[in-house]
């Protein structure tokens, strides 16, 4: 169904909603987890707690965002989310699978060791990190992080090591990124016109919802969804941009 520049739907508001109130979603996760477990002593769990959530974060950032973490050009900004565009007229950059799972890791080099640093680790211990590095794997119902992060703890005189820590996000990425792939294909064998028909009938015989919004005269947000967590709804979004005359 098509919406009209400004009509958002519930599906956008919550993945806008989801995307300004991640950060502060993310540091309530940990204060609550550290009220519960700060006196076990189990630091590892500690930093296992930030690989888990910040893997878990890496998954819905780069759905919202067409598979990535620094959006390259052309991309549009959309109630403060950028969106690259995947079919500009006459031509497209769709990203390879591979591509996504490097700008996963990027994520996670980038937000792993704030997520450390924000916990009381830093405040009963000496810390000291070093380079994250690692691999993400995107299967059809979920995402593995292997992560490599020496992490040296120290206190009085004691040093505790830590370094490879493995993630498994039960989220169906892998699909979304199939069904966005077919689109694609079918956009390049129609390149002005919209494939409305093809992802109505894909939506419905793989069980999966979509919204389509019109931007502009020329551009149309494309969103795959996923319900798999009611309270957090999985989202993979793109634009397509047409040559229509306005």
Known sequence: MLKKRG??????IIGV??????????????????????QSGEIYER??????????????????HGG????????ENYSYIEVPIYWNVNSGNFPTKEKIETEMMKYISDMLPKCINSTSLKEEYNITLTEVSGSVNI????????INYPISIEKSGSINKFQNF?????????????????IFEQQN??????????????AYENDFKFEIINLNSNEVLITLISNQDENRPFIYAFINKYGWKE
């Not at 009509?7 to 956008?12: R, Y």
């Not at 993630?167 to 077919?182: L, P, W």
């Open 139 to 146: 299967n059809e119902n979920n995402v593995i992080f292997n």
């Open 47 to 64: 930093i296992q707690f930030c690989i888990d959530s910040v893997a878990m974060d890496s998954v819905y950032f780069t759905g919202l």
């Open 166 to 182: 493995n993630s498994k996000i039960n989220m169906d990425f892998g699909k979304k990124y199939e069904f966005a792939r077919m």
């Open 7 to 12: 009509q958002i739907t519930a599906f956008i």
């Open 17 to 38: 909603i989801i995307a300004i109130i991640s950060v502060i979603i993310f540091f309530i996760r940990i204060n609550n987890y550290e009220e519960n477990n700060i």
């Open 68 to 75: 990535y973490y620094n959006i390259p050009d052309p991309k």
């Open 189 to 202: 064998k129609n390149k002005n016109s919209l494939p409305m028909g093809f992802i109505t009938n894909l």
